[in-house]
């Protein structure tokens, strides 16, 4: 990318008149900088290190010293703002997927191909998908679904999952760590990679609905070897109601409790299963016996 595009982009002030004209790669990372690199300078403190392993231009948000005179320094209002305008410029052309945060997050994990990249973290993520020229990019970030005309809604296709446990399915006989309650986003996935041709793992799990295992000291035991389980990763949002019918209906012959930070009292009632609402209790560390410990 031009320098003079670069600036145009970001709205930025070019505060030097550097001699190099344009750069090919684009991070925050200092570690990942190498010649002809777009350097954000998040933290400012790695400005040097950047300029020495061969950035070609330093992005900031306030007047900094020039190190080096030939290379660009840019000072913009906001790097989030930067980042998305630059994202844009160079995507216009890419076809952009668009679904919900559990098909996105399901994508992520299953994913086997460089050229997909999945937008959650919006700096690491959005850099990512600047660095690649084929690519794929999946999203259900609100704001990048406004950017962009260019995009297409992934679909569900049918598709045959057994119920294995509250916790696992089964796809084409291979057992996978995923609840059945997600079986629509599943097979968002699976057409996203199938329609594409692009390789995927059944080898995955989520953090949404994972089950933590505890003892009644609340120390973390192994998968199976307790009756009590906290289910973690439940947000209050869109998919709440249907995660909870989804467990009361096949946890309707054991105690389970809902509980948020508001109602952590329930934790201390006797229960088999707990579903945690935007929230974690702090487990404590299981000590290991010695070996003439009984």
């Excluded at 509980?259 to 201390?268: A, C, G, I, R």
Aim: proline share 1%; charged share 30%.
């Amino acid at each position: 990318m031009k320098i003079e595009t670069l600036v145009n982009l970001t709205g930025g002030e070019l505060i030097n008149r550097p001699y190099i004209s344009e750069v090919v790669f684009f991070t925050h990372n200092v570690d990942e900088v190498n010649r002809g690199t777009c350097f954000f300078a998040i933290n400012k403190e790695d400005i040097k290190e950047a300029v020495k392993k061969g950035a070609y231009a330093i992005i900031t948000t306030e007047n900094v010293e020039i190190l080096d005179n030939e290379i660009a320094w840019i000072v913009v209002d906001d790097f989030k703002k930067a980042i998305l305008q630059i994202f844009k410029y160079e995507n216009l052309k890419t076809k952009i997927y668009i679904t919900d945060k559990i098909t996105s997050s399901i994508i992520k994990v299953m994913n086997l191909e460089k050229n997909v990249v999945v937008i959650e973290n919006e700096f690491d993520d959005m850099l990512k998908a600047l660095n690649l020229n084929d690519k794929y990019i999946v999203t259900s970030n609100s704001l990048i679904k406004e950017l962009f005309v260019n995009k297409e809604e992934i679909k569900s296709k049918n598709i045959m999952l057994i119920m294995k446990t509250l916790f696992k399915s089964e796809y084409k006989k291979t057992e996978i760590t995923l609840p059945f309650v997600y079986k629509e986003n599943f097979s968002k996935a699976l057409n996203f990679f199938e329609s594409n041709n692009l390789k995927y793992t059944l080898e995955f799990e989520i953090e949404r609905f994972k089950p933590v295992f505890i003892n009644t000291s609340f120390e973390e035991v192994e998968y199976g070897k307790s009756e009590k389980v906290l289910i973690s990763g439940l947000k209050n949002d869109e998919f709440l109601i249907d995660e909870l019918n989804y467990i009361i209906k096949y946890t309707k012959h054991a105690n389970t409790v809902i509980v948020d930070e508001k109602h952590t009292q329930y934790l201390k009632e006797k229960f088999n299963f707990a579903a945690l609402i935007d929230f974690m209790p702090k487990l404590r560390k299981r000590e290991e016996k010695g070996l003439f410990d009984d």
